[in-house]
């Protein structure tokens, strides 16, 4: 069955280095999104992204973060400046189609638990 | 505004009882979708269903059963003759069909301990 994978699983950094969490979406989706759980916390959401661009994003969504599809398969999550705050879990997610275009769901990588020291 | 409440923070119960997990929704939207979330301590989370807001039969998968009920906005989820494997973070979820994508809104988790 296909799936959503997430590298690494877990990465270490200290704060002010720039982090770039990676995502391998569902190859014919065509909607990404990243989530973040901060520890002991609910998900919440972050950003989506379709057609080569941020199709919505949250309020925690602020400058040091960004998003980008560099190649065909590759989806990644960059943090520029990481801060301790930013110490969470990512999830990664992939749909085929967003809402109102069809009955579709999001599916859920495995997250990638980022520490920063 | 989407919003989802888990009035429950964290429920202990006995092996082998029956327990139900609560969950309250809002939305402005005439369709959307509903979800429940595993998440065990490993971390990562486990899609347990998948409601349509136009379906409001009752679904039993196993020991597992969901009761969503449009008049009261809820959403509950059961768990009949809890295993301890059971034991993990449950999230219920909303999405709404209006969006431009599958934006999935959670609320804050229901703790659940399985006690042997």
């Known amino acids: 069955e296909p799936e959503v994978t997430q590298t690494p699983s877990h990465q270490v950094t200290q704060m002010g280095q720039e982090v770039i969490l990676r995502c391998v979406p569902i190859?014919?989706?065509?909607?990404f999104y990243w989530y973040r759980q901060i520890l002991g916390q609910k998900v919440e959401f972050l950003v989506s992204f379709y057609n080569n661009e941020i199709s919505e994003k949250s309020e925690i969504f602020d400058d040091q973060f960004s998003v980008e599809r560099p190649d065909g398969s590759n989806f990644t999550l960059k943090i520029r400046s990481t801060k301790l705050e930013d110490s969470a879990m990512y999830f990664c997610a992939s749909s085929y189609a967003g809402g109102a275009n069809g009955d579709t769901e999001a599916f859920f990588g495995q997250g990638t638990r980022l520490t920063v020291v | 505004a989407q919003k989802v409440t888990q009035a429950q923070t964290e429920i202990s119960v006995v092996e082998k009882e029956d327990v139900t997990l609560d969950c309250v929704y809002e939305?402005?939207?005439?369709?959307?979708?509903l979800f429940w979330y595993k998440q065990p301590p490993s971390g990562e989370l486990v899609f347990l269903i998948r409601r349509n807001s136009f379906d409001e039969q009752n679904e039993i998968s196993g020991r597992y059963s969901w009761n969503f009920q449009k008049s009261t906005s809820s959403f509950n989820f059961t768990i009949t003759a809890s295993q301890v494997v059971d034991s993990a973070v449950y999230f219920c979820a909303l999405s709404e069909a209006q969006n431009r994508d599958d934006k999935i809104i959670f609320g804050k988790g229901t703790r659940l301990h399985i006690l042997p």
């Open positions: 190859s014919n989706h065509l909607y």
């Open positions: 939305t402005r939207d005439t369709t959307y979708y």
